[in-house]
């Protein structure tokens, strides 16, 4: 007699399990604890085994006849359901093993001792927003130009044509690694190079007027944020490196005493070490902070200890967004003034007043075509560009008390 929902509803635990049968080898199997569970009883190649097709009311009555269906028509063409279903799984396993999302953190994996930690975080960051929800899932063999145009153009939709056009560098470098591995034919993204619009140059916007410098400098003196926010502000035009090297600074890079700041490899753009010489002004900030932000963790002794905590956790660095949003709660809005513009600033205003600009560029870690000079003459011209950032925060310092006139400064 076949089973009712009712039936199945109602069928109490027993001291022992006990099976309830519907028809064509269906079971339901009551536990001794209540639970319920749909069995098919069936015999391939002279062997009665059992199948498990879930757990009512999970699977209904009706659901359970029809997964018994489907393994009946497995049966029937010779095919044990019990083999097939493994044979699913491992094929879903690696499936999931070969999808895009699972090949490009592979890759970036592979990258990551060669980027710096905030090129890292980047990367990570665009692909978990632009590109795993349409592309994460799907077999990267599988991709063809179009659906990775048409994920593409999402981005480009939004005016965000930088990020578009990155995306497809680095999506193009994760189908070649999947191909080199073996786990695709072609790379799609190759033959989109040109299908996306072209974005404008970027310039940073910078501020190079000494008055408006003066002006500057006295907003950011005046700015009411956190103290270590107001550090990294006040130390961003006296260092004038990346915003990323600077909020990943740690105290044990700063000498203090030699009024050095000595950034490792792994944490430049260009992969090789950097020297920053720090001015008066400069340690001055730094050992204002120290008191706040210099003791490590007693916890954890092995932790990164930064110069720029986050407020949230010792653990990580203030956000890549500090210094900007500072900037704009000043009132320096886009076009006006960002965190990379006191590069530009102090590169505009070195070369004005006449210090030697291969100093100007090694203090400003620029390229170094031969990556092997570039890694043992970090400290090139050294001597001078302590002059130079000194002679550079003096100057900084007349303009915030209104003194504009731009100096010429003589090479030593």
Not at 30 to 39: D, E, L, Q, T, Y
Not at 162 to 183: I, M, N, P
Not at 222 to 227: D, E, H, I, L, V
Not at 322 to 331: F, K, P, Q, S
């Amino acid at each position: 007699m076949a089973l009712t929902d009712t039936a199945c509803k109602n069928a109490k635990a027993r001291e022992k399990p006990y099976k309830l049968p519907d028809e064509r080898g269906l079971v339901l199997l009551v536990s001794a604890n209540g639970a319920k569970w749909w069995r098919l009883r069936f015999k391939i190649q002279g062997r009665e085994q059992m199948l498990s097709l879930g757990v009512y009311p999970d699977v209904s009555l009706k659901d359970a006849r029809e997964r018994r269906d489907q393994a009946r028509k497995l049966i029937a063409a010779g095919i044990n359901p019990a083999e097939q279903r493994k044979a699913d799984k491992i094929e879903r396993l690696e499936s999931n093993a070969n999808s895009f999302e699972a090949i490009s953190r592979e890759w970036m994996a592979a990258q990551a001792g060669m980027w710096t930690p905030g090129h890292v975080e980047r990367v990570q960051r665009d692909f978990e927003k632009d590109l795993f929800p349409w592309l994460g899932s799907r077999p990267i063999a599988e991709i063809e130009p179009e659906e990775l145009l048409r994920t593409l153009r999402r981005v480009e939709s939004r005016d965000a044509l930088v990020t578009a056009k990155r995306l497809r560098q680095c999506c193009s470098a994760v189908f070649r690694f999947a191909v080199a591995s073996g786990r695709a034919k072609q790379d799609p993204a190759a033959p989109l190079k040109g299908a996306l619009r072209n974005a404008r140059a970027e310039h940073h916007a910078t501020i190079t007027d000494p008055v408006a410098i003066g002006g500057l400098l006295r907003a950011m003196a005046a700015y009411k944020g956190t103290p270590v926010a107001r550090a990294a502000l006040r130390l961003a035009p006296l260092v004038f490196v990346r915003t990323g090297e600077l909020r990943n600074a740690q105290w044990p890079e700063i000498d203090l005493e030699a009024k050095e700041w000595r950034i490792p490899a792994e944490r430049m753009k260009m992969r090789a070490p950097h020297i920053v010489p720090l001015s008066a002004q400069a340690v001055a900030i730094l050992k204002e902070l120290q008191p706040l932000t210099g003791r490590p963790m007693a916890l954890k002794p092995n932790a990164p200890h930064y110069v720029f905590p986050s407020e949230r956790t010792r653990e990580r660095p203030i956000s890549d967004g500090t210094i900007l949003a500072a900037l704009r709660r000043m009132g320096y809005e886009a076009g006006q003034m960002t965190g990379h513009g006191f590069r530009s600033m102090a590169s505009t205003l070195l070369n004005e007043q006449g210090w030697n600009r291969d100093a100007i560029e090694r203090q400003l870690a620029h390229a170094e075509r031969d990556k092997v000079r570039a890694a043992y003459n970090y400290a090139e011209f050294l001597p001078e560009r302590r002059r130079m950032m000194q002679a550079w925060a003096d100057y900084l310092d007349s303009l915030a008390r209104g003194e504009s006139k731009v100096v010429a400064f003589k090479r030593a």
